[in-house]
Nanobody, 125 residues
Framework: QVQLVESGGGLVQAGGSLRLSCAAS????????MGWFRQAPGKQREFVAS????????DYADSVKGRFTISRDNAKIPVYLQMNSLKPEDTAIYYC??????????????????RGQGTQVTVSS
């Protein structure tokens, strides 16, 4: 069974940076699209970024475009989310997800068959 584990969350001041990582335990999981999602208190879960299995296609939510970068080495896990110029509204639990997405990437949480437990990111003003 594949388990995804996020790390790298924490408390940072506005304007600062954090780098989230998503690692997999269990069987080798080489070919999978990866996504990052987040959920703030009292809000619905939302798409943040996704990357295709080979890393050639990346997609970002408008709210993070230009500030966040998703990356991976070829079809491998771990996958990273570099978050720069953080804002208080970026405060949320961040989840990674993995799955076989036929379109390359997806903004749909349910397109991914594997999901992590989340890591807290708190941005203070």
């Amino acid at each position: 069974q594949v388990q995804l584990v996020e790390s790298g969350g924490g408390l940072v001041q506005a304007g600062g940076s954090l780098r989230l990582s998503c690692a997999a335990s269990g069987r080798t999981f080489r070919v999978a699209a990866m996504g990052w999602f987040r959920q703030a208190p009292g809000k619905q879960r939302e798409f943040v970024a996704s990357i295709s299995s080979g890393g050639g296609i990346a997609d970002y939510a408008d709210s993070v475009k230009g500030r966040f970068t998703i990356s991976r080495d070829n079809a491998k896990i771990p996958v990273y989310l570099q978050m720069n110029s953080l804002k208080p509204e970026d405060t949320a639990i961040y989840y990674c997800a993995a799955g076989l997405v036929s379109s390359g990437t997806s903004r749909n949480w349910y397109a991914y068959g594997y999901r992590g437990q989340g890591t807290q990111v708190t941005v203070s003003s």
